[in-house]
């Protein structure tokens, strides 16, 4: 088949959809297929023999320069005018320019591929992709109302809220494009059930198709450093739950001589920042980013233990990938973590998100406790190598575009009467 992947930004290590690109891509190439990925800023790492097609933006949210004001020459298009005045006025508008974008380049090229594979753009540009002859499968990792609703009920202020609410602007178009859409690929359980109550998708035309971890992943060769925690987060992202780590470590270093790692890059004087002055431990909390895969998979084997203290994930590869390098793990009963980590407490110990006393006690426990700790590590890496492989999700991703495109020639064919119903 001739895939197009469409994701308007797709970093690894920013973002689970950027790694889910990377790995899928590179795995159904492997298969036999040809894959084009078609992605604005910032843009991703790719494998050998996946094709990469720039879809540039104004990249008004880019690390050195967030929000920055685009020189006029910059503008090339009405699309230009719109994502930048989105954002002057507090919205977020790359899923709807990205998908504008691909919808000009796409009802040029659509000959040129069997099926296109929507990464969470869901923008509205989306809706005319099949119109153009090709049909269309979409992704949706977890819908983004859960990130609304934590975002805005932890800020008291009300402007804040009030620009929050205008940021997250563009999930009624996502929930609008979701219910259009053909067929849905979700990674758990919880995902699919959320997308149905928040979009409003029927169930029927969602499949769960777990994530892999790529087998770069490894239980470490060299001891583990005495004391050292680790988590891997958006350090400013309530929904990721650092705070309740941050407030749980704090306890704990009173008590005993311990380090704990963040996989981020933190806003400068942004709440992480100030929580960790507040409660004076920073010189026992590092920050790592900009890590290549082999300081990162060095890094997750270093921690005694690991900590995913969430408030919702939708699958949580984080968690699969530090179970992957058999290091004993501390979660949140939080969205789809225990599906991740399985019910029987094996590979993780679970509290209840946002219990700061919970997570200390947790912690505590499995600092003392060596014998457990390799147990729990050792369940991980077994419970990965059975059920998360890149390959295995490759191979049910292809029987799904198969499927798709399958019935949209099937509709084709017999004519505009027969062509699916949309809202």
């Avoid at 659509?110 to 002859?133: C, K, P, R, T, W």
Wanted: hydrophobic residues 40%.
């Amino acid at each position: 088949m001739r895939i197009a992947m469409l994701s308007y930004r797709s970093k690894p290590h920013c973002g689970g959809q950027g790694i889910y690109l990377r790995h899928l891509s590179r795995e159904l190439v492997a298969l036999g297929h040809e894959v084009e990925v078609l992605s604005g800023q910032p843009y991703p790492e790719l494998d050998e023999g996946v094709v990469l097609t720039k879809v540039p933006s104004l990249d008004l949210y880019r690390e050195t320069d967030p929000f920055r004001v685009p020189k006029l020459r910059e503008f090339r298009d009405l699309i230009d005018v719109e994502e930048f005045a989105t954002m002057c006025v507090a919205g977020f508008p790359e899923p709807k320019t990205f998908s504008r974008r691909i919808s000009r380049i796409l009802k040029e090229r659509a000959g040129d591929f069997d099926i296109a594979h929507d990464n969470q753009v869901l923008g509205s540009g989306m809706l005319d992709i099949e119109g153009y002859g090709l049909p269309l499968i979409t992704t949706i990792h977890h819908p983004i109302t859960f990130d609304r609703r934590i975002d805005i009920s932890q800020t008291r202020n009300p402007w804040r809220k009030f620009t929050l609410s205008r940021w997250y602007g563009f999930l009624r178009m996502q929930g609008r494009v979701a219910r259009q859409a053909r067929k849905v690929l979700t990674p758990s359980e919880t995902s699919k059930r959320d997308i149905a109550k928040d979009f409003g998708v029927d169930p029927a035309r969602m499949q769960v198709i777990l994530l892999g971890v790529d087998q770069k992943f490894v239980p470490p060769t060299a001891p583990r450093v005495p004391g050292r925690i680790m988590a891997m987060a958006s350090a400013d992202a309530p929904l990721k739950g650092i705070s309740t780590l941050l407030e749980a470590f704090a306890k704990l270093r009173t008590e005993r001589d311990i380090e704990l790692v963040l996989v981020t890059k933190p806003q400068p004087g942004g709440r992480t920042e100030k929580l960790i002055e507040k409660l004076s431990i920073g010189a026992h909390v590092r920050f790592a980013h900009g890590l290549t895969d082999e300081e990162l998979v060095e890094l997750m084997g270093s921690a005694e233990l690991a900590c995913v203290p969430s408030l919702y994930e939708g699958f949580s590869l984080p968690t699969a990938e530090l179970m992957a390098c058999a290091t004993p793990l501390v979660v949140s009963r939080a969205g789809a973590i225990p599906e991740v980590v399985g019910p029987d407490g094996l590979c993780a110990d679970m509290v209840e998100p946002s219990d700061v006393e919970a997570l200390r006690a947790a912690l505590a426990a499995l600092l003392d406790d060596p014998e457990r700790r390799a147990r729990m590590g050792a369940a991980g890496r077994a419970r990965v190598e059975e059920l998360f492989s890149w390959r295995a999700v490759a191979q049910q991703v292809a029987e799904a575009y198969q499927d798709v495109i399958d019935e949209f020639n099937a509709e084709r064919a017999t004519g505009p009467d027969a062509a699916k119903e949309t809202d």
